[in-house]
């Protein structure tokens, strides 16, 4: 019982209870141990008891139509069960150990005759209860992962010298660190639990094995991050998880590290999908490394980057900033043309090369100028898709030097499809298929369009890749139609006897704009940490020849921002830095 009786006041949730509340919850409570991926109790089952969480971490899990949704996390020191059981309720979602944890049980009949003997204990189970319901979207939120794996794939891979040297790099983020190399022996959970508890992040080196420590390395790991060799081919099946721990692995995020050396044995791809990799990380250097260390450290940054025709150009001015300023991009998105940006940056591409691809497609010559008497579309086309098989060829998203998505629209379901994988320039052309101007894109039972038809700026799906700052620009806010342009319009004729047959229409930028007008204004349930918003005044978005005007624009949009976030800013500038003279 004294054991018990230190484990609880560990926790804020006993630290103020007096010793007899303690003693009489140690005499009650049952101390029981879970392996990685035990089921504590299933969805559904009649709630007979509050289980407060002693060490390790439980995942909550609801079922639904879609395939099981994770509500969230349960870390160390606090309750879980407590809603169903004081309802008299049945459990309203699984609870799985989502690795090695222990659990104080205390039946629901001692449970009331705690609250009713230990008013410290009703308190503070009150204000848990009352925190959760004001709060319920953070209640139950994703507590930051602290314990990773870094699994060798091969026996050639110095997976301690990589755990070492990633320590390193996490330290100049201000996060205490602990390496744990690959050892004959486990420590047991007391000696576990105290490291865990002195460090921000500790990470556990492994290879593939039977041994007693990768056994012990795949039931206490948080996140998975799986190095490999681009000149193997994954074994499979991939060993991630125990066999009791099968049903909760999915829920264990994976990352895939391909470090490309000798000569490719397969695609990325097919490694990507023996791991369930959620993430890909493609190590050509020390800067990959570097990003790892920023991601495990909650330091990351992710660009987000929305549609808007030609003000997009205006995105490139603000890359510019930002790498000027020696902001990392660690992860980029976009929608539109925000996507075509954004592919730019994770091909790896310098300015010079970005500004000497995009002047090629876009602004040398109208990239809309096929048109055609309106069937499903006003152009044919076919110059946007020469010209991204011409810059981007058969590139692959999961090959891009920095991870990336896009988004595009699946107007027969109405849902946001999200590219994560396959041939980069597809994914290109399904993004920025606006409607009425650009024909759909056939995918399967999916007709494709522009994705800022449903998400012009998804920033709530940048969110769900990574902890650290996503800084969002967003172009399509304000100004990008002329409205004279549609008092008193010239007919088609008239039209085109004054302005030719190459140019664009205002029809053009009135169907662009109804693309992107849609959803800017909705809030988000994660929007941006720092918002750029470039006016970009005297381009409209069929302005495809005001190239350095909307760069200009962008970059001194973008300047002001970085000077006006940089106490946000300047630890991660500061460290990678620090990093690059590593």
């Known amino acids: 019982m004294d054991a018990i009786r230190r484990r609880l006041k560990d926790h804020d949730l006993f630290a103020g209870l007096d010793p007899e509340a303690l003693d009489a919850i140690a005499a009650c409570g049952v101390w029981m141990s879970l392996a990685g991926g035990w089921e504590l109790f299933p969805e559904g089952a009649p709630s007979n008891a509050l289980h407060f969480n002693l060490s390790g971490r439980l995942i909550v899990v609801r079922e639904n139509p879609e395939g099981d949704e994770v509500v969230g996390y349960v870390r160390a020191g606090e309750p879980v ?12 979602a699984s609870v799985y150990a989502l690795r090695d944890t222990e659990i104080l049980s205390v039946p629901r009949d001692h449970i009331e005759t705690l609250i009713h003997d230990h008013g410290e204990f009703a308190g503070a189970l009150a204000r848990v209860i009352l925190r959760r319901a004001r709060h319920p979207k953070s209640s139950f939120q994703q507590s930051a992962p602290r314990v990773f794996a870094l699994v060798a794939s091969s026996p050639s891979i110095d997976i301690d010298s990589y755990a070492r040297d990633l320590a390193t790099r996490i330290a100049r983020y201000g996060v205490k660190t602990i390496v744990m190399p690959i050892a004959d022996d486990a420590p047991d959970s007391a000696e576990f639990d105290r490291i865990e508890e002195d460090h921000d992040v500790v990470l556990l080196a492994t290879r593939l094995s039977d041994s007693s420590w990768h056994r012990f390395v795949l ?6 991050i799986v190095m490999a060799r681009r000149d193997a081919m994954p074994p499979r099946p991939f060993p991630l998880t125990t066999e009791a721990g099968a049903r909760v692995r999915k829920f264990r995020l994976v990352d895939l590290v391909m470090l490309h050396e000798g000569k490719p044995a397969c695609g990325v791809g097919e490694w990507a999908d023996a791991i369930g990799a959620a993430r890909i990380f493609n190590c050509r250097g020390p800067a990959c490394l570097d990003r790892i260390a920023r991601l495990i450290s909650g330091k990351s940054v992710g660009l987000v980057l929305s549609g808007g025709g030609a003000r997009a150009y205006a995105h490139i001015g603000a890359v510019y900033a930002l790498r000027e300023s020696g902001v990392p991009i660690d992860f980029v998105c976009g929608s539109s043309m925000g996507g075509i940006v954004a592919a730019c940056v994770a091909m790896g591409w310098d300015d010079p090369e970005i500004e000497t691809r995009i002047r090629d497609a876009f602004v040398e010559s109208n990239p ?18 020469e010209r ?14 920095v991870p990336f998505f896009c988004v595009s629209s699946d107007i027969t379901t109405g849902d946001t499809r999200i590219h994560r994988r396959g041939r980069l320039r597809d994914a290109l052309r399904a993004s920025i298929a606006l409607p009425g101007i650009l024909p759909p894109v056939i995918d399967g039972n999916a007709l494709l369009v522009d994705g800022a038809v449903i998400n012009n700026f998804p920033t709530d799906i940048m969110a769900t890749m990574h902890r650290g700052l996503t800084i969002g620009i967003d172009v399509a806010r304000q100004g990008t139609i002329d409205i004279e342009a549609f008092r008193d319009p010239p007919g088609f004729f008239s039209w085109i006897a004054s302005h030719g047959i190459k140019a664009a229409p205002p029809i053009v930028s009135l169907l662009m704009r109804t693309a992107t007008a849609r959803h800017e204004r909705t809030l988000k349930i994660h929007p941006a940490d720092i918002m750029i918003a470039p006016t970009v005044p005297g381009v409209e978005l069929r302005d495809w020849d005001e190239y350095e005007k909307a760069v200009s624009n962008g970059y001194k949009t973008a300047k002001a921002a970085i000077e006006e976030n940089w106490n946000a800013l300047a630890p991660i500038v500061d460290a990678a830095n620090i990093q690059n003279e590593f």
């Open 81 to 92: 069960g407590e809603m169903s059981m004081l309802a008299g309720e049945n459990h309203s």
């Open 219 to 224: 039931r206490h790991a948080d996140r998975f």
């Open 368 to 385: 809309l100028g096929d048109h055609v008497f309106p069937v499903v579309a006003l152009t044919k086309g076919e110059r946007v898709e």
């Open 388 to 401: 991204l098989e011409k810059h981007f060829g058969d590139a692959r998203i999961e090959d891009l030097t």
